[in-house]
């Protein structure tokens, strides 16, 4: 994956600190020399706090 000719990019929900999803995505991050991106709401954000995380998704795209 580190040589994939895209960027990989593991995101996180807030709420998740410490499940078992949080854990293993951290883990991912580290292994593919990366930090992850957080946000908002849990393991399924984008169905919980669809508008807050479309917001965070955008920003997130828009970085250079």
């Not at 994956?1 to 499940?19: F, K």
């Not at 078992?20 to 580290?30: E, K, V, Y």
């Not at 946000?39 to 917001?55: K, L, N, S």
């Amino acid at each position: 994956m580190r040589d994939a000719a895209t960027r990989i990019v593991v995101g996180i929900g807030e709420d998740s600190t410490g499940q078992l999803c949080d854990r293993t995505s951290r883990a991912l991050a580290a292994a593919l020399g990366s930090a992850p991106v957080f946000f908002p709401g849990g393991h399924v954000g984008f169905t919980e706090q669809p508008d807050t995380f479309a917001a965070r998704l955008r920003e997130f795209l828009h970085r250079d």
